[in-house]
């Protein structure tokens, strides 16, 4: 019995802490902000530390989700703006298939950048000569101006008796002619996202992961979906853990009526109450991490909790934060409204709080009926 | 990260089930089951059951067997407290006991004290009670004003103690009193065991607003006990009362988890019974799902918390202020599954004992959930700790 990280993955998570207080500070994130393109730079720090591709089936379970975890953790903390999480899901569904080692190789290298188109529309690919002519549309692809293959889950007419069955999970050129994109305005500018519409995309056998239909796709995208939504709440759990403390740091130096703000009762117990939320949110996440590892039959549970809670969380976190340090909390230039924002739209992505406690709900509810 | 249990741990908790279900009282937690009217045939209910537990060997599981425990780790105790609350076995009389003095007596007490008091303590022969708070000593413990005096060979202590849990079963009780009376609040308290059958001592009862008369008033007039029965030293009473109140705070959690869930699994069903006001079974109404289940999820969170305690007791030894955030997160907690399962009983909620549709259970939640948020730290005590023990914001 042990619930907690042993010395090596508190190392992994310390350097990979340490490698963005140094190289991803809150000016480099406004600096993406201005010019929302993601630098050399943090696709080459990625790829020197090794550990995009660490996520891996492991017979009933699955490795190292704990260090995403903490990876994830460290880039909400962050406000990362580079498409962590779209990489490591995506180099999870890659690694499922033979056919794909040349990329794998790529984006672990930092050549090449994945990205994940997370809500696909009447993505429909019909046979074409010898491949298969798409067009439809993605939606919600982040980084997808940056990304050099787009990896999504679109039907292939024919491929199933349901269009659940046809799904099939593909990779997609980005620069191809049959792709045009489209940035939404997002308020969270740390993390840009755009529409991506298709139009008789070329598609090849050999863009195919896994199999071609008979639910292996939707099996697989589900997969891909429910680490994301576990990374993302691991995300929120590191940005509204900073948000936490940057502002009791806060209320140690602003004075009003004469004493630091932090002496009130009034600021004190919100900060508690934060930091409750804080932590049971991250021990939810911790917990879904060891559930996926050691293939638990709770896991997916686990996972929704993991995601409904620090959603909810976060939001109340951030939120929190602003009141706390008051009108400069409410300021442009003060960075409490980033991590809010970002919290924002981490918990409306990935299943919000109300669609994953349905899913619990089948379980915690009609499960005792 | 490793949450699973040994082969051997799994084979205890077959073995403590079997046990439970061969000797848990029968029609036990079930609406049939008769519940004496008279206090005193309640408490030797209550001590039977503690002495049943021993001779099953199931009373201080983590405890050293020279003073009469089994000699094993937390892990076995917290497998019994979670089968103990699955089956919803009784709890016993000795509580306070087995849960804050023993701990406090292996921690601080002398060799004497341990051969003397741990023994009859496990065996359901000494019920023990706790005089910590006063009338004007809640929160602020520190603030105490009972008084102990030696004279001769012996301390006479004079004072009130208040919302003193079983001390009208107890044999003996646990007492902070005031030693020197000059010294800094916090520096001239002791800790010290005084027999409830003493001269002077004065039991009154208090009835709670659940109707339970589990706590009482405690007078000490002149009370004499002999000068050895101080623990952890003369004025160092203090640091072995924080010691004891972390214990209060940390340990049980996962065996109270399991009894939370058992209530949410019985609101769930209701649920399933009730109609909501649009005519819906209240199960599937989307706002009482979304409802309940994040009480769930919080109920599931709580498991989490519990199970990072232990590791925490089993790896380092030694129990935080984390302690204080499990209170804080199970009482909250447990509020909001009473006022949630009042909500989905609707216009039958006001209703209690067996003329409610519950039998009373929810109704026991909602107003017993009441006193976990006041009593060993209320959560506005447990908020300040947080604050400024953990986050570090100033006093």
Known sequence: MFFGFNEEEKMVQKSVKDMLEKHCTTEHVRQFMENPVVSDKMKELFAQQGLLGILEQDGEGMAGVTYAILIAQEAGRALLPYPLLENMTGLYALKTCKQHNRLIEDVEAGKSMLTVAWRPENALARKEGGGYSLSGMLYEVPFAADADKILASVRIAGAGNTPQEEETVVVLNRSSDALTMHKRDGFDETYPIYDVALNNYPLQKSDVVQGIGMGIGHQLMEKVKQLGALLLASEMVGSSERALYDTVAYTKERKQFGVVIGTFQALKHMAADMYLLVESAKSAVEYAAWALEAGEDEADLAVSIAKSYSSKASKKVTADAIQMQGGIGFTWENDMHLFFKRATRSASLLGDAYEHNEKIAKVAIDGVN | MDLSFTPEQEQYRKRVREWLLENIPE??????????????????????????????????????KEYGGQGLTHVEEIIYDEEAGKLNAPSGINVLGKLLLGPTLLLYGTEEQKKRFLPPLLRGEEVWCQGFSEPNAGSDLAALQTRAELNGDEWVINGQKVWTSYAHHADWCFVLARTDPDAPKHKGISFFLVPMDSEGVTVRPLVQLNKNRDFNEVFFDNVRIPKDNVVGGVNNGWKVAMGTLGFERGTLALGRQVRFQNEFNELAKLAGEMRAADGTLVKDNPYFRQRLVEIFNDIRIMRYHGLKTISQLLNEGRLGPEASLQKLFWTTMHVNLGEAAMEVLGAEAPYWGTDSVSRGKMQDVYFTSRGATIYAGSTQIQKNIISERILGMPR
């Open chain 2, 27 to 64: 029609g036990w937690g079930t609406p049939q089951f008769e519940w004496p009217e008279d206090e005193q045939e309640r408490g030797a209910f209550l001590r039977e059951w503690d002495r049943k537990l021993y001779e099953g060997g199931f009373a201080g599981i983590s405890w050293p």
